[in-house]
């Protein structure tokens, strides 16, 4: 019973008298209670998700550009120079279809993380979330390096509220597996609606521009 009384104070402290000794560590460096780490995370959480959102947008309309110069090089028969323009419409294809699994996991963490504010459930609810972020994380960090830099200050906060709830419900040892399998569909969810959004919104590379080896030889 008193590991719970004590989990309440540290989750929404109540006002009371430090001794000399908390008084001194405090002002050395005040420990921000759990709810304010959360609040601060899910602000971050959201501003890395607004910096993907623009990111995938910027790279759409250079796919657009790219496109449309695909189309005007076979118009103009131009094979050589279709299939390079060709080309490059699919890496960058590649990468926003990276970039959005990145957003549609960061969203489903944010939605993860507003819920265990609501409801305070931090070791079931949030320990998934650290292991989410820590894949993004690595998954981020050669894509787009300075969001990858702030998604591991992130995990690092929230693995540190994790850490000092588990200390004292005791619990915190039973968590990781049942995240990391929690993480790994979170990352295949995305990655599907990814897929679906990427065929549905972008138009399919007519396949004349890439000449196969056997039509070249025809072509001679």
Not at 72 to 77: C, D, F, L, N, V
Not at 98 to 123: C, I, N, P, Q
Not at 175 to 180: D, E, L, Q
Not at 192 to 202: L, S
Request: net charge neutral.
């Amino acid at each position: 019973m008193a590991r719970v009384d004590d989990f309440a104070k540290i989750w929404n402290p109540q006002p009371k008298g430090p001794g000399l000794v908390d008084k001194i560590r405090h002002t050395i460096n005040p420990p921000p209670p759990l709810r304010h780490k959360l609040a601060l995370a899910l602000y971050k959480l959201r501003v890395q998700n607004n910096r993907l959102e623009y990111t995938i947008a910027k790279m759409r309309e250079r796919d657009q550009a790219l496109f449309e110069k695909v189309v005007q090089a076979q118009m103009e028969k131009d094979k050589t120079r279709a299939a390079m323009y060709a080309a490059e419409v699919a890496e960058l294809r590649k990468m926003i279809k990276s970039l959005m699994v990145a957003k549609y996991a960061l969203e489903r963490v944010t939605l993860r993380l507003e819920t265990v504010m609501t409801m305070g459930d931090v070791l079931v609810g949030l320990a998934p979330v650290v292991a989410v972020i820590k894949d993004l994380r690595h998954y981020l960090v050669n894509l787009v390096p300075e969001i990858g830099l702030e998604m591991a200050e992130i995990g690092d906060l929230l693995e540190s509220v994790v850490t000092e709830a588990g200390e004292f419900t005791g619990a915190f040892a039973a968590m990781p597996t049942v995240a990391s399998e929690e993480a790994r569909k979170i990352m295949e969810e995305a990655a599907a609606i990814a897929e679906q959004r990427m065929k549905a919104e972008f138009p399919e590379l007519p396949g004349a521009a890439f000449p196969t080896p056997g039509s070249q030889q025809n072509n001679k």
